[in-house]
C-alpha cells in the first residue's frame, strides 16, 4: 500500500479563513517535505522539517514522528494560495515517496 | 542559490519514437532525480543518481533509460513513446548523503501523438 497519505484530497476555502491539510506515514520517518505546485506545474518549496514545527508566513507545518504524521497549516488564505499541495516523505538519504496532493481552491 | 533548467519544455512525438529529455542544475548537488506526473496525480519516481556515472532504478523505470553525463546533468529517454501516452516529466536535485530537500525543475509535458 502507500506509505504516504495526504487528506483531504480536495479543499475550498474562502479568503480570509484558514485550515489544515495533513500526510500519514505508514513507514519510518526521517524526514518530510511541502511542495506547493502552482498553476504552471511548478514545484515550490514551502517546508523541509526532521522534527517540531516551522513557520512562514502564514504557512505552519508540524512533524510528529511518535504519531507518524505531518501537517500544514494555511491561515488567511489568499487567492495565490490556490494550487496542489504535496507532501514527501524523506526516509533515507536518497528517497523520497510522495503523497497524492491536496488541491486546493481559494474563493473570493 | 541555484537553478534547475529542464529542455525541451514541451516535447511531441510519434508512437514509437525514441525521446530524450534533459536536465541540467548548478547547485553542485551530487543526486539528481527524474520523476512522472500524471495530470491530476502524484510524482512516480522513473531514475536517480548519485553521483557522475550513477543510475538507480525507481519504481516506474520500465520504457525509460537515463544517463549521467556529469554532475550538473541528468538525461531521460523514453525508449519507445506510447499513443496518447501525456506526462510531466520533473527533474530534481538535493546534496548527497544527508537529509536535506530537493528542488525541483520547470518541467517537460510531453504528448504523444
Known amino acids: 500500500g502507500d506509505q504516504v497519505e495526504q487528506s483531504p484530497s480536495a479543499l475550498s476555502l474562502h479568503e480570509g479563513t484558514g485550515s489544515a491539510l495533513r500526510c500519514n506515514f505508514t513507514t519510518t520517518m526521517r524526514a518530510v517535505q511541502w511542495f506547493q505546485q502552482n498553476s504552471r506545474g511548478s514545484l515550490i518549496n514551502l517546508f523541509y522539517?526532521?522534527?517540531g514545527t516551522k513557520e512562514n508566513g502564514r504557512l505552519k507545518s508540524t512533524f510528529n514522528s511518535k504519531e507518524s504524521y505531518s501537517t500544514l497549516h494555511i491561515r488567511d488564505a489568499q487567492l495565490e494560495d490556490s494550487g496542489t499541495y504535496f507532501c514527501a516523505l524523506n526516509t533515507g538519504y536518497q528517497n523520497f515517496y510522495f503523497g497524492k496532493g491536496t488541491s486546493l481552491t481559494v474563493i473570493p | 542559490g541555484g537553478i534547475i533548467t529542464q529542455t525541451p519544455k514541451f516535447l511531441i512525438g510519434q508512437e514509437g519514437q525514441k525521446l530524450t529529455l534533459k536536465c541540467q542544475q548548478n547547485f553542485n548537488h551530487d543526486t539528481m532525480y527524474w520523476y512522472r506526473q500524471d495530470s491530476g496525480k502524484g510524482l512516480r519516481l522513473i531514475y536517480y543518481s548519485i553521483t557522475e556515472n550513477d543510475l538507480q532504478k525507481g519504481d516506474l523505470s520500465e520504457g525509460y533509460d537515463a544517463s549521467r553525463e556529469k554532475k550538473s546533468s541528468f538525461s531521460l529517454t523514453v525508449t519507445s513513446a506510447q499513443k496518447n501516452e501525456m506526462a510531466v516529466f520533473l527533474c530534481?536535485?538535493?546534496?548527497?548523503?544527508?537529509?536535506?530537500?530537493?528542488?525541483f525543475g520547470p518541467g517537460t509535458r510531453l504528448t504523444v501523438l
Open positions: 522539517l526532521a522534527s
Open positions: 530534481a536535485s538535493k546534496t548527497g548523503y544527508n537529509y536535506a530537500e530537493q528542488f
